[in-house]
């Protein structure tokens, strides 16, 4: 492979390949060059911030972590977010990836919507999401160069409209799953796209448990 865009290399090793194989015949353009970008982007914000992160770990969290929105890799039951993770564990345990880099993936992988958390935890859970909320959010938009977003955009394009596409994509995922969006931001999602979502309470769970007061 041995690309380089932006200034930041992309993995070549055996597992890198497969990741990228794997992503790339499981979901369609827009998450997988959403997926891309995150690296770049991630990447990009350690250099920035000189931190010591692993590419390649740095490179399968960004690749995994949308791996529970596609059929293929999503429970009935659990947060997109950890059945992505859980993905991403079982290929890395195939590969005999060692447990504390298992760990940092999926915790990467599993936090990547809980705002607030990641910043504070090793450099691959905190550069993840620092990609996912400069490719959805525009967080930090301004803190890359005009050279490096259309360096890396061109290589794998947003495509038309991406910010309702990815809303759209996000939906699909978790409509039939409601519940799971308790207490993260997924719930937004639904609220704007499905009519017969209600959210859930959490002042409400408290009043009405079993505890008498």
């Known amino acids: 492979m041995n690309e380089l865009i932006a200034g930041i290399r992309v993995p070549d090793s055996a597992i890198a390949r497969a990741a990228t194989q794997l992503v790339r015949d499981t979901e369609d353009d827009l998450l997988y060059n959403h997926g891309r970008r ?4 991630g990447a990009l914000t350690g250099e920035r911030k000189g931190l010591r992160y692993d590419p390649e770990l740095l490179y399968l969290g960004a690749m995994f972590h949308d791996m529970g929105l596609t059929e293929e ?5 659990l947060r997109f977010e950890v059945d992505g993770a859980n993905t991403a564990r079982d290929f890395m345990t195939s590969y005999g990836v060692g447990e ?3 760990e940092d993936v999926w915790l990467a992988i599993a936090l990547h919507t809980t705002p607030g958390i990641p910043e504070h935890l090793r450099p691959t859970i905190a550069l993840v ?16 160069s005009d050279e490096d977003r259309h360096a890396v955009c061109w290589c794998h394009p947003r495509g038309t409209d991406f910010k309702e596409n990815i809303i759209d994509h ?7 799953k409601p519940q799971t969006t308790f207490g993260n931001v997924k719930a937004d999602v639904l609220a704007l796209k499905d009519p017969n979502f209600a959210r859930t309470n959490f002042c409400s769970i408290i009043r009405g448990s079993a505890w008498p007061g």
């Open 38 to 41: 995150v690296f770049f982007w």
């Open 73 to 77: 890799h999503s429970s009935p039951d």
């Open 100 to 102: 504390r880099d298992i």
């Open 129 to 144: 999401t620092a990609g996912v909320e400069m490719d959805v959010l525009g967080i930090n938009y301004h803190e890359f």
């Open 170 to 176: 996000f939906a699909d995922g978790i409509r039939k």
